[in-house]
């Protein structure tokens, strides 16, 4: 199912898209990141320890979006399971640098996501994957504003989401298709 679209008919001529796989960020330009962003984050983020990973998407038409994922670990005991036992997530989107939109999540190891998946085992290499996957982005006024394109599938159904890079990200669409079984 990994290649299942988003389809919006009826796009006005001068809408922007920016879509497809992201180009990952490299270390020194993640570093760079948190620096630039620290006003926008939450004080448990401001710490060495900080997790990082983040994609780039365009630029198109002179417009460039991030997807920055930072992670504050909670680490377990040594050899009591996974090696982190927990993450608080935070979330960011920069267009052409400045933050538009930011979310905050946690994840647990051990804690199902997914009736269909085995829990996470969080480690440094795979805390911040989770079920969301990021379609693209959409501009309907010329890159003034964007919208965030995602899907979560799982074994119960798909979830197409729609949410505007503004604060706390409102949800502006969404379609659930539930898959029988």
């Given at each position: 199912m990994e290649s299942l679209p988003l389809a919006i008919e009826g796009l006005p001529a001068s809408a922007l898209r920016i879509g497809g796989d992201g180009t990952p960020l490299e270390k020194r330009d993640l570093a760079a990141l948190q620096l630039r962003v620290?006003?926008?984050?939450?004080?448990?983020?401001?710490?060495?320890?900080?997790?990082?990973?983040g994609w780039r998407y365009g630029?198109?038409?002179?417009?460039?979006?991030?997807?920055l994922f930072l992670g504050r670990p909670y680490d377990n005991d040594r050899g009591s399971g996974a090696p982190i036992d927990s993450i608080h997530i935070s979330h960011l989107f920069l267009l052409n640098g400045r933050v538009v939109a930011s979310d905050g999540f946690s994840r647990v190891s051990g804690r199902e996501e997914h009736v269909d998946q085995e829990p996470p085992q969080l480690d440094k290499s795979n805390w911040f994957v989770d079920s969301f996957v990021t379609l693209g982005f959409l501009s309907l006024d010329g890159g003034s504003s964007w919208l965030y394109l995602s899907r979560d599938e799982g074994f119960e159904g798909i979830d197409w989401l729609i949410g505007r890079l503004s604060?706390?990200?409102?949800?502006?669409?969404?379609?659930?298709?539930?898959?029988?079984h």
């Open positions: 620290k006003p926008s984050l939450p004080k448990e983020f401001l710490g060495d320890d900080i997790l990082r990973a630029p198109v038409a002179g417009h460039e979006l991030i997807e604060k706390d990200m409102p949800l502006v669409w969404n379609l659930y298709l539930y898959t029988p």
